[in-house]
């Protein structure tokens, strides 16, 4: 028994660590690329972004290699949940240019949503995160739209 729980840790371990160099090779190229545009105003985001992903990405590599814990990498979870929010994503970018903001991040939220939802749903609970979903689209919709001057498909 303690060579299968070996085995998990390890694995675990691993996986931390190949999550964490991948988002620190994609800040690294992120940063990269902004040194391509043209326009200063559009490097700001995703130059902090990737600052922060890198930065997040280097204390997570560091914690794992320090704890060396069994908790963490890749899991035990159901792999549906990790396939349909990789799928959601990917639909969320292709839909935006095509039918806008709001209608992507409704793909995007309910997607997201279904991935996470371990609870039995019920009718005031998918009341209650629709109204959530709603007011969390709107509040970035408007806060991209007029408060950042973002222009938004």
């Not at 992120?30 to 972004?49: A, E, G, I, W």
């Not at 908790?71 to 035990?76: A, H, K, S």
Request: some cysteine.
């Amino acid at each position: 028994m303690s060579k299968v729980l070996d085995h998990r840790s390890r694995k675990g371990f691993t996986g931390s660590l190949i999550a964490s160099a991948f988002f620190i090779f994609a800040g690294v190229v992120t940063l990269y690329d902004t040194t391509t545009y043209s326009d200063v105003d559009s490097k700001v985001f995703p130059q902090v972004v990737a600052i922060i992903l890198i930065i997040c990405a280097a204390i997570s590599l560091l914690t794992t290699l320090m704890r060396k814990s069994s908790e963490g990498g890749f899991g035990y979870g159901a792999w549906w949940r990790r396939i349909l929010l990789v799928i959601t994503m990917l639909l969320t970018c292709f839909a935006m240019p095509y039918f806008g903001f709001l209608a992507a991040s409704a793909i995007a939220f309910c997607g997201a949503l279904v991935a996470a939802m371990h609870d039995p749903w019920t009718g005031k609970t998918a009341m209650l995160y629709s109204g959530i979903g709603i007011a969390v689209m709107t509040a970035f919709y408007l806060l991209f739209r007029y408060a950042l001057h973002v222009p938004l498909p």
